[in-house]
């Protein structure tokens, strides 16, 4: 099993007992946003966890309000994973670009923190834990191996673009069926057809754009 030599404010992984761990006041667990196979982060959580004998507060950073629902639903699922009479676990959110801005209200003196080495933070994709290390006077544990699932995910920009053109496209087609159902169909029948119509369009819509977001 991999386990991490730490030392106080540097960072190292190599093969090494969990003996080797120190006890910690606390355990703060910088979750990434991005889908990563959850059972296996979980796991590796508890085994730091259990060497430390510490408490674990579990931190999620969305990028903004609308992504803080899906970062929430993955904290839970990991606290759960973590369920143990001897492990204390808490969770909280915080919506923002800046992982250092985030830990700030959590960490003190005598916490540890812990970070996976596919994390990276700034445009530079600089890895997190080298940010952390060089500016929080902080051990820093960094965890590796959990598999990132959605790598090369589009990027926004694109989801954004293919959502718009996609109910735009919905729109402009479903504007033509309605022209061609006032010119063929009369009275009620006509009715009926227009307000189903608008029934299939607007489901249409909301189906598509549930696709990207």
Not at 19 to 29: G, M, N, T, Y
Not at 89 to 100: F, H, I
Not at 116 to 144: D, K
Not at 166 to 187: D, E, H, P, W
Request: hydrophobic share 45%; net charge negative; with cysteine.
């Amino acid at each position: 099993m991999k386990n991490l030599d730490v030392r106080p404010t540097a960072f190292a992984t190599s093969h090494a007992s969990t003996l080797d761990l120190q006890p910690a006041s606390r355990l703060i667990v910088l979750v990434p946003e991005f889908e990563v196979d959850t059972a296996i982060m979980a796991r590796k959580i508890y085994e730091v966890a259990k060497a430390l004998e510490s408490r674990v507060q579990l931190i999620g950073l969305s990028r903004d309000a609308a992504h803080e629902p899906s970062v929430r639903r993955q904290l839970v699922t990991i606290s759960a994973m973590l369920e143990d009479p001897a492990i204390f676990v808490e969770s909280k959110v915080e919506v923002g670009n800046s992982w250092l801005s985030a830990i700030q209200p959590y960490w003190h003196l005598g916490d540890v923190i812990v970070c996976f080495a596919e994390q990276s933070s700034g445009y530079s994709g600089r890895p997190l834990h080298q940010i952390l290390q060089s500016t929080l006077n902080a051990t820093v544990y960094v965890l590796s191996g959990v598999q990132i699932r959605n790598e090369h995910s589009r990027p926004d920009w694109v989801s954004n673009t293919l959502a718009w053109a996609g109910s735009i496209g919905l729109i402009f087609g479903f504007f033509l069926l309605q022209m061609r159902l006032l010119q063929s169909a009369q009275g009620g029948i006509q009715t009926v057809f227009l307000y189903g119509s608008l029934v299939v369009e607007a489901g249409s819509i909301w189906i598509w754009n549930n696709l990207f977001s």
